[in-house]
Every structure is written in structure tokens, then in C-alpha cells.
């Protein structure tokens, strides 16, 4: 009952910067701050792959080792909302961006079998 709003994608240089926003609403709105939120990416003839994450209880982050440094994930509990701050962008960051919610306390952040909402997914493409 967790729907999932994505923005904030588009088409941007190597070297340069976008924000990813993803608004929760529904009926359990109301505990968005026990959520844990991740983002996964999907790259044309590759398996889904797994961004960052940020957990409800105390706000730990997880990252993928490729993005390390460059990326960072947030939330504003206040706006049922996560960001994913991307910084010095790479060609091989070009996917279709995906966010997810966790409603139900689950343990691992980093598999995508955990999530049980998703988001639509919006495109990033990096230029060479």
C-alpha cells in the first residue's frame, strides 16, 4: 500500500552531478521512518544492481564499491522522502534507477528480494 514516486533523472556529462528524489505515500505513510530505503540500477543486457541504502532505525548507509565516494543516499523523514546525491558521474553510471522501500523489517539491504515496493524506475544517461 506503499506507492513510490521517482524524479529527477535526465541525460548529463561525465564529470557532472544529478539528485535523485523518491516520494513515499499511502496508507502506512505515516511510518516512513522505519523504512528501509534503497536504490538499485539496471544497465541495458545487465542485471539489476545494487546502488546504496539507508536504514530507518538509525540511519546506517550501505554502498556498492562503485560508487563509493561519489554517491550518497539521505533521507528526509519529514518528507517521506530518500535522495541519492550523484557526484562525478561515470558512462558506465547509465541505467534506469530504481527506488525501493523494505515495510516489513527485513535483514539484508543489499538484495533486492528484500524490498517489497518499488518505484517506476527513471532514466540517467551519462555522456562520454
Known amino acids: 500500500q506503499v506507492q513510490l514516486v521517482e524524479s529527477g533523472g535526465g541525460l548529463v556529462q561525465a564529470g557532472g552531478s544529478l539528485r535523485l528524489s523518491c516520494a513515499a505515500s499511502?496508507?502506512?505513510?505515516?511510518?516512513?521512518?522505519?523504512?528501509?530505503m534503497g536504490w538499485f540500477r539496471q544497465a541495458p543486457g545487465k542485471e539489476r544492481e545494487f546502488v546504496a541504502a539507508?536504514?530507518?532505525?538509525?540511519?546506517?548507509?550501505y554502498y556498492a564499491d562503485s560508487v563509493k565516494g561519489r554517491f550518497t543516499i539521505s533521507r528526509d523523514n519529514a518528507k517521506n522522502t530518500v535522495y541519492l546525491q550523484m557526484n562525478s558521474l561515470k558512462p558506465e553510471d547509465t541505467a534506469v534507477y530504481y527506488c525501493a522501500a523494505d515495510t516489513d523489517q527485513g535483514v539484508d539491504a543489499t538484495f533486492w528480494g528484500l524490498y517489497d515496493a518499488w518505484g517506476q524506475g527513471t532514466q540517467v544517461t551519462v555522456s562520454s
Open positions: 539507508i536504514r530507518g532505525s538509525d540511519s546506517s548507509t
Open positions: 499511502g496508507r502506512t505513510f505515516s511510518t516512513f521512518s522505519t523504512y528501509v
